[in-house]
């Protein structure tokens, strides 16, 4: 059952540290009439993938139940039904158009695992019907998504959490924490990777679209495409029309700790290197990527994407290294290792389990995610602080995306350091923000 599932992950004993750190968001109390334990209703929007995940997250938590399973293809719904009957006797309403859910005033709130290109604008419109929002990383397409989706929050008084789970896990907490205490003096550099070994991507084809997806709907936001082959379910990521590359697919959760661990928020210069070496395909975003941030202050973070090889940097296919004036700091999820001066271990904590993404234990499987989505249902019955609330996710997100601008325009950017608009670049600056199809531009919302 739910309390099983929890109380055998490693990360479970340690819920109580969950909301330990400040926070910029915080949701009002449960009102009178409404306890504070009442049953959580929530759609699930997505579930090709990580929405599985997030259907085994919310169940392992105590008094949620998922209402709706929503999807444009019938394929995904079926994969959605059977996972969330593994957890719940009462089986989800399936819809392919996730408005429906949004029009159901029982519903408390919806989580997002779509494509990126639906990311805020689908946000946004759950904002304005007045549920609250779980967001897969990135939150956004673009850096101007990122400003509309912080606005679109303010005005709900909605709470907005983006999947950037390591905000959540006990050891990054207390990672930082010592950090942020000085353990390895004043933390000046941080160096983030991420490597992989994905195959070459296929010709893309013409072909009538499959009778079991809505594809009108999954283009959504996006202007219309004619539908190709070895796009759907996963390959959009590489291409700009709808993806963000590596760099935001994966590189945004070790960035988002190297920034945490630095203590900055945007950049005063971006500038990215690479290309899409390993394959002559259609891919267009890079397999190989190097992207490096200068911040007030005297810091900076670099980040390394290799999609196509596998080869570990300290042993690990991913992770963050933190430099500072008296040692360092080796961070991976459940894990981290602080070194001092000579590279001798001062301090270190270990996972309680192998780390592969299939296992309970992992760093991304759904045992230690599911802290992130407890925190997130106890803002929304609690009050209590949300560990990413959108305003402290998105300049994160926001670094990335100036990353891929610096690589796509081929030069170095100039940034000021409140919001990170590109300065003196007007070609750039055209990258900010992208063009809608007719009719799906997202809409400021007022107060409710």
Not at 107 to 131: C, E
Not at 189 to 213: C, D, K, T
Not at 243 to 264: K, Q, Y
Not at 347 to 368: H, M, Q
Request: glycine residues 10%; proline residues 8%; neutral net charge.
């Amino acid at each position: 059952d739910r309390r099983q599932f929890l109380s055998k992950t490693a990360a479970g004993v340690a819920l109580g540290i969950i909301g330990k750190l400040p926070s910029l968001a915080r949701a009002s109390p449960a009102p009178a009439g409404s306890p504070a334990h009442s049953r959580l209703r929530v759609a699930v929007v997505g579930t090709n993938g990580r929405g599985l995940n997030h259907i085994q997250c919310l169940n392992a938590v105590e008094n949620v139940e998922i209402a709706y399973i929503c999807d444009v293809d019938d394929r995904a719904i079926a994969k959605g039904l059977a996972e969330a009957a593994k957890w719940q006797r009462t089986a989800p309403k399936a819809i392919k158009d996730f408005r429906h859910a949004l029009d159901d005033p029982s519903i408390d709130a919806i989580t997002i695992a779509t494509p990126d290109h639906w990311h805020t604008p689908m946000s946004i419109l759950a904002l304005a019907a007045g549920k609250h929002v779980y967001v897969e990383k990135p939150c956004s397409h673009d850096p101007h998504e990122g400003e509309l989706l912080i606005a679109a929050a303010r005005a709900s008084g909605r709470l907005v959490q983006m999947g950037n789970q390591r905000r959540s896990f006990p050891a990054m907490q207390e990672a930082i924490g010592l950090i942020h205490g000085g353990i390895i003096g004043r933390a000046y550099f941080a160096r983030a990777w991420y490597a992989n070994g994905r195959g070459p991507l296929p010709p893309l084809q013409p072909a009538p679209v499959p009778s079991e997806l809505d594809y009108e709907l999954w283009q959504g936001p996006a202007p219309r495409r004619p539908y190709r082959t070895q796009i759907i379910p996963y390959n959009w990521h590489w291409f700009w029309h709808w993806g963000t590359g590596e760099a935001l697919n994966n590189g945004t959760h070790e960035v988002d700790v190297c920034r945490w661990a630095l203590n900055v928020n945007y950049p005063l210069r971006v500038a990215s290197i690479g290309g899409r070496y390993q394959y002559r395909d259609p891919w267009e975003t890079p397999d190989t990527q190097v992207i490096g941030w200068d911040f007030p202050g005297e810091k900076s973070i670099s980040w390394e994407g290799r999609s196509c090889n596998p080869r570990p940097v300290e042993g690990r296919q991913r992770g963050a290294m933190i430099y500072g004036t008296e040692g360092s700091a080796l961070l991976d999820g459940l894990e981290y290792t602080i070194y001092d001066p000579k590279n001798r271990i001062l301090r270190e904590v270990k996972s309680a389990g192998p780390k592969d993404s299939t296992n309970i234990l992992s760093s991304t499987g759904a045992g230690a995610d599911t802290l992130h989505f407890k925190n997130f249902v106890d803002a929304v019955r609690l009050g209590v602080p949300l560990n990413s609330p959108i305003e402290t996710a998105n300049p994160s997100v926001t670094l990335l995306h100036l990353g891929n601008i610096s690589w796509r325009v081929g030069r170095e950017l100039h940034c000021e350091a409140t919001q990170g608009r590109i300065l003196g670049d007007p070609d750039a600056m055209k990258l900010w923000q992208r063009d809608y199809a007719p009719g799906w531009e997202p809409a400021p919302i007022g107060p409710t």
